[in-house]
């Protein structure tokens, strides 16, 4: 995800309307602008935004936009996109793209004043939208808790936040659980990464519990590197969620040594572009050479996982699936 705990605390504070209260719907759209996600009108920028909202399915109406081209089924592997595409809410985003991908990632937050979780309404929804369209999902848990945080009260609030997740969302039988291991530093001694493994242990101990196959919990390579939370994954029957995108801005000499290492272990592969310091972007902004060669790995892989293209709006996702089409 591109949402950080502190932007998304930020998102609150710029949301709070002159009582002090946040608006929800405020907030939504801060988070959306701090996703790259574009909710101003659609003759500036090409897209639909909010109040171009129109075209109706079933009983609720979902937002109109140009599709672009149906691109699931047509590899050995399952091709997917976040739930923040169009800026709206997941039943629209999963209406309009479950036609198109074979996976939708919820992308999920809560906080005490605005939650993004599903209803467990909306969950039967979802799993209408889902079957009918040969179409699944994984879920991401909520990054705006710390789950190897120092502090036991922010390690409490993501267990039960992830715990609540996994039981609302179960329904629909995700293919993966993303899980962010978040409350180390990448210059950490020796040491602090053994407290953290400590302190990591103990959440994933409990929500591994709480789902039929611990392998569907894939543990995310972040900006510290992956081999600290390696072990913890052997030992608990984890998976890998290996993002590609993190490998090219941290470990862009040799990320592709990284990735073959990852890859037996890999449930789910998020892929997008980066410049500079900047990632989750389009893959048309690159780096285009290490997506080639990202996807002659893939090629001559066994790899038959999700490969979701973790980027949050329209213009993006259009262009990174036709970046994917001409590999």
Not at 21 to 29: C, I, Q
Not at 249 to 260: F, G, K, R, S, T
């Amino acid at each position: 995800m591109s949402l950080s705990a502190a932007e998304y605390r930020q998102c609150r504070i710029d949301s709070e309307s002159p009582s002090g209260k946040v608006s929800r719907r405020s907030a939504r759209l801060r988070i959306f602008r701090y996703a790259g996600m574009d909710t101003g009108d659609a003759g500036a920028t090409g897209q639909v935004g909010i109040a171009d909202a129109g075209f109706a399915g079933g009983s609720r109406t979902y937002p109109k936009t140009n599709r672009p081209e149906k691109m699931k089924q047509r590899y050995p592997l399952l091709l997917g996109t976040t739930s923040y595409i169009i800026p709206d809410d997941i039943l629209p985003n999963a209406a309009m793209l479950a036609p198109l991908v074979d996976d939708i990632e919820l992308v999920l937050f809560e906080s005490p004043d605005v939650s993004n979780i599903p209803t467990t309404e909306h969950i039967s929804e979802l799993s209408a939208i889902a079957a009918e369209h040969d179409c699944g999902f994984t879920v991401h848990f909520p990054t705006d808790r710390r789950a190897g945080s120092a502090d036991a009260g922010e390690r409490t609030m993501f267990h039960n936040a992830a715990l609540r997740i996994i039981d609302r969302c179960a329904p629909l039988s995700p293919r993966a659980w993303i899980l962010h291991l978040e409350g180390i530093s990448p210059n950490a001694t020796d040491n602090e990464v053994s407290r953290w493994c400590e302190r990591c242990a103990g959440v994933i101990s409990d929500i591994t519990q709480a789902v039929d196959d611990p392998a569907t919990i894939a543990v995310e390579n972040l900006g510290y590197p992956w081999r600290w939370h390696d072990g913890l994954t052997r030992e608990f029957g984890l998976s890998l969620c290996c993002d590609v995108g993190h490998l090219w801005l941290y470990e862009p000499l040799v990320w592709a040594d990284h990735l073959n290492a990852m890859l037996p272990r890999t449930r789910v592969i998020h892929c997008h572009g980066v410049e500079g310091t900047r990632d989750h972007l389009s893959l048309s902004v690159g780096p285009h050479e290490a997506i080639r060669e990202l996807f002659r790995i893939i090629r001559a892989s066994s790899f038959h996982g999700v490969i979701t293209l973790e980027v949050f709006n329209e213009r993006d996702f259009r262009s990174s699936m036709e970046v994917i089409e001409n590999q």
